[in-house]
């Protein structure tokens, strides 16, 4: 079963731009699609970005299209997340999955994301 650690979250400005990452142990993110979710306070959580096995497809909620862009390094075991054009509605718990049979099936523990106006 693949462990999955978030990192890179924290606090920024609106119009700022942060780098999230998600490393893996106990096995290779080369095997999954991954994913990352995020979960606002008093909201259920969404999904955010997703992309293929090599990172040839790329799929996006609609409401961070052009701002957010999700890409993967196999030989590290590393997913990201790279988040450019910040908004106070980004602010929310960013969660890393990996996907089985195409649902999202291993989770992180998230990362906080904090975006002031």
């Known amino acids: 079963q693949v462990q999955l650690v978030e990192s890179g979250g924290g606090l920024v400005q609106a119009g700022g731009s942060l780098r999230l990452s998600c490393a893996a142990s106990?096995?290779?993110?080369?095997?999954?699609?991954m994913g990352w979710f995020r979960q606002a306070p008093g909201k259920e959580r969404a999904f955010v970005a997703r992309?293929?096995?090599?990172?040839?497809?790329?799929y996006y909620a609609d409401s961070v299209k052009g701002r957010l862009t999700i890409s993967r390094d196999n030989a590290k075991n590393t997913v990201y997340l790279q988040m450019n054009s910040l908004k106070p509605e980004d602010t929310a718990i960013y969660y890393c999955?990996?996907?089985?049979?195409?649902?999202?099936?291993?989770w992180g523990q998230g990362t906080q994301v904090t975006v002031s106006s």
């Open positions: 999955v990996a996907y089985t049979n195409s649902l999202p099936r291993y």
């Open positions: 106990g096995g290779s993110l080369s095997n999954y699609y």
């Open positions: 992309i293929s096995w090599k990172g040839g497809s790329t």
